[in-house]
T-cell receptor
Framework: SQTIHQWPATLVQPVGSPLSLECTVE??????LYWYRQAAGRGLQLLFY??????ISSEVPQNLSASRPQDRQFILSSKKLLLSDSGFYLC???????????FGPGTRLTVT | AQKVTQAQTEISVVEKEDVTLDCVYE???????LFWYKQPPSGELVFLIR??????QNEISGRYSWNFQKSTSSFNFTITASQVVDSAVYFC???????????FGAGTQVVVTP
């Protein structure tokens, strides 16, 4: 069966510090991968998605970036965090847009 | 462009009452896919159901049921005999090949009190 892992579960970082969140998927090949952010409130904001290694589409211009160094690994990064980067970050995978996404447990990021 | 509207921000019910969550979508695609997710207080989104645009059959799974109506571009979700464990945020989502990604609604918070 397929599983998706995210770490860390929680993170408190000062403004201006770097960020690296990792997501890995097991049990499937060539998944579509997604990074979402959920700020205070409930909306899910799509940040990045990837349909293959090295293929990243950015949805929102900001100080975040994403990389997919391996087929089942998706990394969200920032060189300098802003207060507005605080939120709940969710990674998800799907076989394709025709099929459901499966979400990881999320990372709660607080920028102080 | 694709759009998903969940007009109900929050619904509060007493246990055992039925609750219906509305989802209205917009798309120009003839082939598309609709989803419902549940987000309990723990935060992880849980997939509930997927529907493609050619399958208008309603579906029932235990206390959950879904009503898909292409004529009104709606994909509504009903929880029958609600329980406290149903308290969560519920999201409706839409995808299509031409769009290449998923569009989520704003979510509806369901609060079930004993």
């Amino acid at each position: 069966s397929q599983t998706i892992h995210q770490w860390p579960a929680t993170l408190v970082q000062p403004v201006g510090s770097p960020l690296s969140l990792e997501c890995t998927v097991e049990g499937t090949s060539n998944p579509n991968l997604y990074w979402y952010r959920q700020a205070a409130g409930r909306g899910l904001q799509l940040l990045f998605y990837s349909v293959g290694i090295g293929q990243i589409s950015s949805e929102v211009p900001q100080n975040l970036s994403a990389s997919r160094p391996q087929d089942r690994q998706f990394i969200l990064s920032s060189k300098k965090l802003l207060l507005s980067d605080s939120g709940f970050y969710l990674c998800a995978w799907s076989v394709s847009v025709s099929y459901e996404q499966y979400f990881g447990p999320g990372t709660r990021l607080t920028v102080t | 462009a694709q759009k998903v509207t969940q007009a109900q921000t929050e619904i509060s019910v007493v246990e055992k009452e039925d609750v219906t969550l509305d989802c209205v979508y917009e798309t120009r695609d003839t082939t598309y896919y609709l989803f419902w997710y549940k987000q309990p207080p723990s935060g992880e989104l849980v997939f509930l159901i997927r529907r493609n645009s050619f399958d208008e059959q309603n579906e029932i799974s235990g206390r959950y049921s879904w009503n898909f109506q292409k004529s009104t571009s709606s994909f509504n979700f009903t929880i029958t005999a609600s329980q406290v464990v149903d308290s969560a945020v519920y999201f409706c989502a839409l995808s299509s090949h031409s769009w290449g990604k998923f569009q989520f609604g704003a979510g509806t918070q369901v609060v079930v009190t004993p």
